[in-house]
């Protein structure tokens, strides 16, 4: 059993940082489609100057999901893959299009404005139907039948829940993509784009926190076995909250440039988002267990051999070690190095 | 059809994708690689040139290599469950240590591109070595599981159990080495004649030797002479797999090579086509003995026939044609690096004569050709199998059903993927011809 919970609570880390990653990610590139026209901000250049070297590195993360999901619960693989075929897919073909049509558009300036169009459009589709495993995984939505498993779309696409996980995906994205845009044009001395950004960030961040609330009134009804695990969890949810209002009034706190008519400090704001979010999506992973997919796949009914467990963390370990020097200068090259993040003008 | 041929032709068509992209995705890196370091020694310009125009291109085909590589990964756990049980309890280990390889070369190529004004030349070369060898070990390590699905190791199946795992013999299996080096090096090859192809058509349109020429030129020679070492690496590597079919997967062998009849003294039949009724292939050239000789060294060698297996467990009989055409190839690439070699050094002419330079626009396309043979070839020559006497390819399918619109869907992405990444390369290209890089270069 702790294996199988070690496991779990790597793959759940590693979901988390992609879930933030990709959210920015996500948000980068639908900012830079809604600002493309008003070349007077650099708003644009700011979000393209985040992505460009970044998307890569946040697309393998994806990956690593599912490459940790299928090595560590072979069991639940075979569940999920099945449901997921249609769902999974449409989320593949979105992905190819925007990972595609994003890196052709710094290539090709011409075409910029119709290809921005297409990866801004999927960008903010995709996290909408990436979070749709969450309530598939909470039950209700899974038909079973001589051992077959089919994913009732019917259901799903009429369900509250659904509807409320797609509208906290959504303006998470928005909400922490522009809080890392103003954070990331404070940094750079765009100011008039760090008063774009921070602008959307008060407009947003409220509506996420109404989607969150909204997931767990409708998880009432349709999971309530998730619901009342949770309410065990109260004391995260207050904490994720309390990150929040903190988050929120720092983009009130004294600015630098206090004179000229700035407010906030968006890298407190950001970190005490991601906080907020880590702490909602501990109560929430640790309320999920001990099922993957409820109420058919556990940690320990899809759990890998316990071979195959050990030498897969040695190789995570020994990865750990040579890869961090490689982030650690990934981040000094791309979001602490003023060359790069505040370029002379040209 | 049924939901197996769709299955296998919607992975089949993700496959066939993305290995023109990686396949290029593994050779480029190399080929900027010995552009940086020869620019470093030679301190000529045209050399750093390569290495950014090629870089631009790299950059490119990444684009659509990463989110195709992105679907054949899921893909593999949303067609294939079952298999893909297998996998994640005494196979996961490639696929773990991939991802690391990934982050390596998505971390190292991102600092290349974006960071090269920053980088000192020596931190250049260190980062475009280490997305060589990031591409590289990705494309060994997926090799891997393919080598294991063709030799299962360090495991066994009792009673539908999965018991007496031991993922390091699974990894370790015994044609990973010998398959995963063919695809390392017949990759980096496939890179190599690509840049000379090019190189080859843009020489044609210049006029005399003049800059822009001699530029064509150097990344000729430079594809010619890389890839004609590693076509001949390809080669001895690929007797050792043959040799290793004949060890390990006999019908395989006897598949590819169209012997019915287990026969020492066994004939080589090279072209044709496998005739079922008859039991030969028909309009072949056979060679006596020689694929005995090939098999174990030895023209007694006994080779087994597929008469010998029962024929539920054939292999379809047509990868004999697509075993030679990856050969045929494959030798006429090494003999035409021969030709331009000599050519080039014996004969101390500057000029290569049109039909050559023909031929040698023609390497590119050519070997990537060779390269889908080859999978094409693996694969299908390993059914009914998806684990070779333990697992059946219909036995992991998905029971979900809706195959058929997911295939379409597919191939429209792919299509629009296939047909915008000619488009942007063309406009790229177009846009900032070498004439105009090379006068910047110089001022």
Redesign the interface.
């Known amino acids: 059993m702790p294996e199988a919970l070690y496991a779990i609570t790597l793959i759940w880390g590693v979901v988390f940082i992609y879930a933030v990653m990709a959210s920015i990610d996500f948000g980068a590139g639908f900012w830079s489609m809604i600002y493309l026209n008003k070349q007077q901000t650099r708003a644009t250049n700011i979000a393209n100057r985040y992505l460009?070297?970044?998307w890569?590195?946040t697309?393998?993360f994806?990956?690593?999901i599912?490459?940790?999901?299928?090595?560590?619960?072979?069991?639940a693989?075979?569940?999920?893959?099945?449901?997921?075929?249609?769902p999974?897919?449409i989320i593949?073909?979105l992905?190819?299009?925007?990972?595609?049509?994003?890196?052709?558009s710094?290539?090709?300036?011409?075409?910029k404005k119709g290809l921005t169009f297409v990866s801004g459009i999927t960008g903010f589709l995709i996290p909408a139907l990436l979070i749709s495993v969450l309530p598939i995984t909470q039950g209700g939505f899974i038909d079973s039948f001589d051992g077959?498993?089919?994913?009732l779309l019917g259901k799903l696409f009429t369900s509250p829940s659904e509807y409320a996980f797609v509208g906290f995906a959504i303006s998470s994205t928005l909400f922490l993509s522009s809080l890392l845009l103003a954070d990331y044009s404070n940094v750079a001395g765009e100011m008039d784009a760090y008063a774009i950004y921070r602008k959307d960030a008060i407009i947003i961040g409220p509506i996420s926190l109404l989607m969150a609330a909204f997931i767990i009134f409708t998880m009432r009804n349709e999971a309530n076995w998730l619901y009342e695990n949770i309410l065990n969890y109260t004391p995260w949810m207050i904490a994720s909250i309390a990150g929040f209002a903190l988050g929120y009034a720092a983009l009130w706190f004294p600015h630098r440039q206090k004179k000229a008519g700035f407010k906030g400090m968006p890298r407190i704001a950001m970190i005490s988002v991601v906080a907020q979010y880590l702490f909602a999506g501990y109560a929430y992973g640790s309320a999920h267990l001990p099922y993957i997919v409820y109420p058919d796949v556990t940690i320990e009914s899809g759990f890998?051999?316990p071979?195959?467990f050990r030498?897969?963390i040695v190789?995570?370990i020994v990865?750990f070690f040579?890869?961090t020097p490689?982030?650690i200068?990934?981040w000094r090259?791309?979001l602490k190095?003023k060359?790069?993040v505040k370029p002379k003008e040209s | 059809m049924d939901d197996l041929v769709i299955a296998r032709s919607l992975f089949g068509m993700t496959m066939g994708v993305h290995i023109i992209y990686a396949t290029l995705g593994v050779g480029l890196p190399v080929m900027i690689l010995v552009a940086e370091l020869l620019f470093q020694k030679t301190k000529d310009k045209d050399y750093a040139l390569m290495a950014s125009r090629w870089t631009k291109g790299f950059a490119v085909l990444l684009g659509v290599a990463i989110p195709t590589g992105t679907i054949a990964g899921v893909q593999l756990s949303l067609l294939w469950p079952g298999f893909m049980e297998v996998v994640g309890k005494v196979i996961a280990l490639p696929f773990q240590i991939e991802i690391y390889a990934f982050f390596l070369e998505a971390l190292f190529m991102s600092i290349y591109i974006y960071a090269a004004d920053r980088l000192s030349p020596w931190m250049r070369i260190v980062s475009v070595t280490l997305v060589a060898i990031g591409a590289v070990a990705s494309a060994v390590l997926i090799t891997n599981v393919h080598a294991f699905e063709g030799t299962p190791d360090g495991f066994k199946i009792q009673n539908g159990e999965i018991v007496d795992v031991d993922p390091w013999a699974a990894f370790l299996n015994p044609s990973f080495l010998v398959t995963s080096g063919h695809v390392a090096v017949s990759a980096i090859m496939t890179g190599a004649f690509a840049i000379a192809s090019v190189a080859a058509f843009k020489m044609l349109k210049e006029k005399g030797p003049n800059k822009v020429y001699l530029y064509h030129q150097k990344a000729l020679m430079m594809g010619l002479i890389i890839g004609g070492l590693f076509s001949l690496l390809t080669a001895l590597n690929g007797h050792e797999s043959a040799q290793q079919l004949h060890e390990y997967q006999p019908e395989k062998l006897a598949a590819a090579e169209g012997l019915f009849e287990t026969q020492q003294y066994a004939p080589l039949a090279i072209g044709g086509f496998t005739d079922r009724e008859t039991e030969e292939v028909k309009w072949a050239i056979e060679i006596p003995w020689a694929l005995s000789y090939l098999a174990g060294d030895r023209f007694d060698t006994e080779v087994v026939g597929l008469n010998d297996f029962p024929e539920e467990y054939w292999p379809p009989l047509f990868v004999h044609t697509l075993f030679n055409a990856m050969v045929g190839i494959g030798s006429m690439l090494i003999l035409l690096s021969l030709i331009g070699f000599v050519w080039h050094k014996f004969l101390k002419r500057d000029q290569f004569p049109r039909w050559l330079m023909g031929i040698f626009i023609a390497a590119g396309p050519l070997s990537m050709l060779s390269i889908e043979f080859g999978w094409i070839f693996a694969c299908t020559g390993r059914q009914p199998w998806v684990i070779y006497r333990i697992m059946k390819t219909e036995d992991s399918v998905t029971t979900s059903g809706n195959l058929g619109i997911l295939f379409l869907l597919f191939l429209l992405i792919y299509i629009i993927l296939m047909i915008a990444t000619v488009l942007v390369l063309r406009y790229y290209f177009k846009r900032n011809p070498v004439s105009k890089e090379i006068d910047t270069n110089i001022s």
């Open positions: 460009s070297p970044s890569e590195v697309n393998v994806i990956v690593a599912v490459v940790a999901l299928f090595s560590f619960f072979p069991g693989t075979f569940t999920l893959g099945t449901v997921l075929l249609i999974g897919s593949l073909l992905l190819a299009l925007r990972s595609a049509f994003l890196v052709f710094h290539v090709a300036e011409e075409y077959n498993q089919e994913l890998t051999h071979e195959t030498a897969l190789t995570y990865a040579i890869l490689g982030f200068y990934f090259l791309f190095d060359r790069y």
